[in-house]
């Protein structure tokens, strides 16, 4: 997914939101059919033990997810490396688009 989209990470307590943003408008519809929240949920596996819900803004053809239990219960509780979760909105980069 790199090659068609950004994204960026921010988190509250043990949720981290990452929103998708196409680099090419023409892209977002493809990306909403494929960055499901069942597709999304399962890439993060391992690491979001709660839901994971997706808002679509299409006016700025962009998406939000919002990823529950996604940072070992927050800055103050973690021992994860990445306590606020930004490598998240890497890894969600490398999500196959093609499968």
């Given at each position: ?83 606020s979760g930004k490598a998240l909105s ?10």
């Amino acid at each position: 997914m790199y090659d068609v989209a950004h994204a960026r990470a921010g988190n509250k307590q043990d949720i981290s939101n990452v929103s998708v943003i196409p680099y090419d408008d023409d892209a977002y519809d493809d990306l909403v059919a494929v960055l499901t929240p069942e597709r999304v949920k399962d890439h993060f596996a391992g690491i979001v033990t709660g839901g994971v819900e997706r808002y679509c803004v299409p006016s700025v053809s962009s998406m939000n997810f919002v990823l529950h239990g996604a940072l070992d219960g927050g800055w103050t509780q973690s021992n994860r490396i990445d306590r606020s979760g930004k490598a998240l909105s890497t890894y969600m980069l490398r999500l196959p688009l093609d499968e």
